[in-house]
């Protein structure tokens, strides 16, 4: 679970817009708006660098720092380019640490299932992040799932997750996150063989008398 909350510095952004966020943007700075709470929706910016690291770090509470003043936040929602490769706006939400909140949190397997070693056998995930409620200052980083006892008899669902204490699912608990399919082999049709070599279009025929001049 999170114990210490990383802090994220924010400056004041006057300028609204499409050219304005680009300018900032080629600055190395990124374009935010921290809201909720019934507080006035402010608009920011914040340094690419230093969030990338956050979110890299699996942070999901973080102190923003705005004009001095420190404000529990959500990262809410994070906008990227048309290619997803850079990020390009991020939505910063105020909390209360010891209010319930929603949270999609990324699901890691670990695990070598013998039941892969099968012919035909594929591991189908179908699922790398789920929803969970917890207080805002217990949310996990990341839930991990062992599978190595994994079967084709018998699919893995959030049902069988760990979750820490006083952390719920939000995610339906018959959800498949993990299971394997034995796919069908297909076996090799070689066509029968002709009784005789196939004719060549063109060719003349060994009864053809026509000679060429």
Known sequence: MSQDIPSLETSPREKLGTRYSQRLRETGQLPAVVYGHKQETVHVSVDAQTLTGLLHDNAHLINVIVEGKTEPCLIRDIQWDYLGDNIIHVDLGRVDLTEEVEVEIDLELTGDPKALQEAGAVLDHPVSA???KCLANAIPEKLVHNIS?????????????????GVTAVTEAQTIIAQIQIMAEVEDETPEAAEGEPQ????????DDTKED
Not at 149 to 165: G, K
Request: hydrophobic share 55%; no cysteine.
């Open 130 to 132: 789920v929803t969970l």
């Open 149 to 165: 006892e994994l079967t084709a008899e018998a699919p893995i669902t959030i049902a069988d997750l760990v979750l820490p204490q």
């Open 200 to 207: 060549v279009i063109g060719a003349a025929s060994e009864n």
